[in-house]
């Protein structure tokens, strides 16, 4: 079976997250993380319905962004 398959089966299943679960997340986007790092930790909020605005992410993005660009010049 596909995931992509899967809501279709299960539709009213809602998956709940911890305190600890969301600030582990919170965490893992923080701008000392990778850019991968980041983009995972933004879609599994997302993912558990998790507030996160869009400000917040491309910030930690861009602040990661800044200093990887220090390092490199």
């Known amino acids: 079976m596909r995931l992509s ?7 009213d299943v809602k998956i709940s997250a ?8 919170l965490a893992a986007g923080s701008e000392d993380s990778s850019v991968s790092q980041i983009y995972h930790a933004v879609a599994a909020l997302r993912g558990f319905g998790l507030p996160l605005s869009s400000q917040e992410a491309l910030g930690t993005l861009t602040a990661h962004l800044s200093k990887e660009e220090t390092v490199l010049a």
């Open 5 to 11: 398959g899967l809501g279709a089966q299960v539709p």
């Open 18 to 25: 911890s305190n600890e679960t969301k600030d582990l997340l």
